[in-house]
């Protein structure tokens, strides 16, 4: 047995680093160890070839390529590039080290290329001092402590949670060395790039995040498409990954390729909700006969209380019945989802006073998209739906004497934005609000009383004029709210 061999610290420094369980202090006792040792640097060159050799044999790249036979010559060659890659991981290491270990780098300067939305007990060192200022230059910079959201003027969005030791590089690329950050990226923010030891992830417009840690990087992507080019090794050329909706890959620097894994749903903080969460507490005050959360489970519409809960129909599609909502999840409806809306049987009675509430995302305007209705044949009272001629939502009742009521927007619904509806009536007077102010009112006497109907959200009974964007936060009351405790929730 060599001296290398019995050396215990060393050992579990090793396994520590592989596991990623390498915390700052023994991360620094590593590099000291592996910059003066060379039976360190020798051991763990060891530890790299065994956990390469382990990836080469049981990992799965997801690349969309034929399989190929082998030539047996080939194999020959396999030492000297599990070697090659292990000396370019031991290069990282100190590289990577020294990086974040490093309090010296110049402060941030120039022009701002994202500003800080928010902070939540962050703390972020620049340049060795504490960076306090409400924008990102271009620079290095070690979040410490607590979450960090930033914006770019192309709208994208990213969500970083300590500890992270990032560089600003231009208003489209990121570089991340370590540490764990989600992007929202709209149309106009297409080509955003998150550069990692490992690899390169050029956005296509999507949700997706990354995590960078000792040895290797995963990206997962939520919705959308990304390419995530790993970089290559001498004489190692490397393929391109084209990762759609709910798939995710890890990158190991010893070998830069692309293994298949599992998404991490609840893993990544990818949007700030603790203002929105004051909106839930505050629907709740107001005592709903019925609330929509939205949080979609195996196709289960939950509802507070549950015994108002549905079903979410499904249909032909790609993208999933669900998706980010304006607190937590939504109902996803058209499109290329497979969800078809969504259906409760057993509903709370609308009578002459009411509300129905909701926070509303359209993806386009097709004629007499539903909202939300109880209508089925001939029976129910109401429906909320987007007007067949000018794209404007409207809420339509039966009053007791067999007429129509009708309330519209003054213009016609605003896309791929989350809007709050909601439509009133007092017995007396049918009104519309939008954000919380009253846009339409007509007189209506007492609705049409009639055995509870079905609730379709998002289509009708017929499974028609489907809804194409999101439903989230859908409230119904037994009374009519009043503008001023909207204005109060929003």
């Known amino acids: 047995m060599s001296a290398r061999d019995s050396d215990s610290e060393l050992q579990r420094l090793l396994t520590e680093l592989f596991d990623g369980a390498l915390d700052n202090d023994s991360a620094t006792r590593l590099q000291q160890r592996l910059s003066t040792d060379a039976d360190a640097r020798g051991l763990y060159l060891d530890y790299c070839e065994m956990h390469a050799a382990l990836a080469w044999e049981h990992g799965q790249v997801i690349v969309d390529i034929e399989p190929v036979a082998v030539p047996p010559e080939r194999w020959r060659l396999r030492a000297t590039m599990i070697w090659l890659a292990a000396m370019a991981a031991s290069l990282l290491l100190i590289g990577a080290a020294s990086w974040w270990l490093d309090d010296t780098h110049a402060v941030p300067s120039g022009p701002a290329i994202a500003s800080i939305e928010q902070r939540i007990d962050a703390k972020i060192v620049a340049g060795g001092q504490e960076w306090n200022r409400d924008?990102?230059?271009?620079?290095?910079?070690?979040?410490?402590q607590g979450l960090l959201q930033v914006k770019y003027n192309t709208g994208v969005t990213v969500c970083i949670e300590a500890p992270a030791q990032f560089?600003?590089?231009?208003?489209?690329?990121?570089?991340?060395?370590?540490?764990?950050?989600?992007?929202n990226?709209?149309?106009?923010?297409?080509g955003f790039t998150v550069e990692t030891p490992e690899a390169e992830v050029v956005d296509f417009g999507t949700d997706f995040s990354v995590e960078a840690g000792t040895g290797e990087s995963e990206v997962h992507v939520f919705d959308g498409h990304v390419q995530v080019q790993p970089k290559a090794l001498p004489d190692q050329p490397t393929e391109t990954v084209d990762l759609r909706t709910d798939q995710a890959v890890r990158i190991a620097d010893a070998t830069h390729q692309a293994f298949g894994i599992d998404l991490a749903k609840d893993r990544f903080i990818r949007s700030f909700v603790e203002p929105?969460?004051?909106?839930?507490?505050?629907?709740?005050?107001?005592?709903?006969?019925?609330y929509y959360r939205m949080p979609i489970r195996q196709r289960g519409l939950l509802c507070s209380p549950a015994d108002y809960s549905g079903q979410v129909l499904i249909g032909e599609g790609q993208r999933p019945a669900c998706a980010p909502g304006f607190v937590g999840s939504s109902?996803?409806?058209?499109?290329?989802?497979?969800g078809r809306g969504a259906l409760v049987e057993n509903t709370p009675e609308i009578g002459s006073e009411f509300t129905l509430m909701a926070w509303v995302y359209a993806d386009g305007r097709p004629n007499n998209a539903?909202?939300?209705?109880?209508?089925?044949?001939?029976?129910?009272?109401?429906?909320?739906?987007?007007?067949?001629?000018?794209?404007?939502?409207?809420?339509?009742?039966?009053?007791?004497?067999?007429?129509?009521?009708?309330?519209f927007d003054t213009e016609p619904i605003k896309l791929q934005t989350w809007q709050h509806y909601a439509?009133?009536?007092?017995?007396?007077?049918?009104?519309?609000?939008?954000?919380?102010r009253m846009i339409d009112s007509k007189p209506c006497v007492p609705i049409s009383k009639q055995a509870s109907q079905p609730l379709y959200f998002g289509t009708n009974w017929r499974g028609k004029h489907l809804w194409e964007g999101r439903i989230d936060e859908f409230a119904i009351f037994d009374y009519a709210?009043?503008?001023?405790?909207?204005?109060?929730?929003?």
């Not at 990102?136 to 410490?144: E, M, P, T």
């Not at 109902?331 to 497979?338: A, E, F, M, P, W």
């Not at 709210?481 to 929003?490: D, F, G, R, T």
Request: positive net charge; aromatic residues 4%; contains cysteine.
């Open 276 to 290: 929105k969460v004051q909106y839930v507490e505050a629907v709740r005050a107001l005592n709903p006969t019925a």
């Open 370 to 407: 539903i909202l939300a209705t109880n209508v089925t044949k001939k029976r129910g009272c109401f429906e909320w739906t987007l007007d067949d001629k000018t794209g404007r939502l409207k809420i339509r009742v039966d009053d007791q004497n067999g007429d129509a009521v009708e309330c």
């Open 331 to 338: 109902l996803r409806v058209g499109g290329r989802s497979i």
């Open 185 to 190: 990226v709209p149309p106009e923010g297409i």
């Open 423 to 436: 439509a009133t009536c007092d017995g007396k007077t049918l009104k519309l609000f939008r954000a919380g």
């Open 135 to 144: 924008a990102l230059c271009k620079g290095s910079y070690d979040l410490r």
């Open 481 to 490: 709210v009043s503008e001023e405790q909207m204005n109060e929730l929003l």
């Open 167 to 183: 560089e600003a590089i231009s208003a489209d690329r990121l570089v991340l060395h370590s540490g764990r950050v989600s992007a």
